[in-house]
């Protein structure tokens, strides 16, 4: 039996979305079950529609497509079809991943034979994907993740990387101090630490990186252990094995 493909459009061209959608009509096994514009409007209609295929804009202003995929809490997540301008690095990604992707302009051909393949991967039902992992945890080395996508008072919103002053551990968490207030993102500190810009950050604890612009003092306690007072006039702990790397990167940045 043939897997029903229920399928969310996302691109911030109305055109494309239009084009897509027409073709996607044609096909007796496609529901079209939304659409999307944006980043953050992706993210939620994804957790809420549970699409099992999504079409996906790489260039979006805001949240581009790889920033989507890499704020989903959710479990399986949907096979992806990306859709792409001319970003050459994505599209190396793409082919080293084994990730189908349609290359604009494309044409109805191109659409149904990546249509075609999203059916085989989805068919199989109990194999596990690790392809779409894979190529974030490659994108954002290379790259770095400069927005990160937190749910705050309900809705979805963008924290971007200059806007964090330090990031705490909290578990499998961690907080996002702004001058805004603290934001909870599901995320380990040390996987934050491999993809923050690191021009601006410093892991300087076992649970804390820091903002170097942000750092006016450091200063020693009775005890012996130091801390970092920022200009919000908080304050980080310093942990003794980080001292050193703290020390030169903190006067080279000035």
Do not use: C
């Not at 957790?47 to 295929?53: A, G, H, R």
């Not at 959710?74 to 990730?99: G, K, M, N």
């Not at 039902?125 to 392809?131: G, M, P, S, V, Y």
């Amino acid at each position: 039996m043939q897997t029903e493909l229920r399928v969310l459009l996302v691109d911030d061209e109305p055109l494309v979305r239009a084009g897509l959608r027409d073709v996607l009509a044609t096909q007796p096994d496609v529901l079209v079950v939304g659409e999307a514009g944006d980043g953050l409007t992706a993210v939620a209609a994804i957790e809420t529609l549970q699409p099992n295929l999504v079409f996906l804009d790489v260039q979006m202003p805001g949240l581009d497509g790889f920033g989507v995929l890499a704020a989903l809490d959710s479990e399986p997540r949907p096979e992806v079809v990306f859709v792409t301008a001319f970003e050459q690095y994505a599209l190396r990604a793409f082919d080293a991943h084994a990730i189908d992707y349609l290359l604009k302009p494309f044409d109805d051909l191109r659409l149904l034979a990546a249509l075609a393949r999203a059916r085989t991967w989805l068919a199989r039902t109990n194999a596990r994907d690790d392809r779409v992992p894979a190529l974030l945890a490659d994108v954002a080395k290379a790259r770095g993740r400069d927005r990160f996508v937190v749910k705050h008072a309900g809705r979805l919103q963008l924290v971007h990387a200059h806007a964090i002053h330090w990031v705490e551990a909290r578990g499998n968490y961690v907080h996002l101090h702004t001058a805004d207030g603290a934001f909870l993102l599901r995320e380990t500190l040390t996987a934050l630490a491999d993809v923050l810009p690191r021009e601006r950050f410093l892991r300087v604890h076992r649970s804390a990186i820091v903002a170097l612009p942000e750092v006016t003092a450091m200063r020693r306690l009775p005890a012996g252990d130091h801390e970092l007072l920022l200009r919000s006039e908080e304050r980080v702990p310093l942990g003794r094995s980080f001292r050193e790397a703290f020390a030169a990167s903190w006067r080279g940045g000035g």
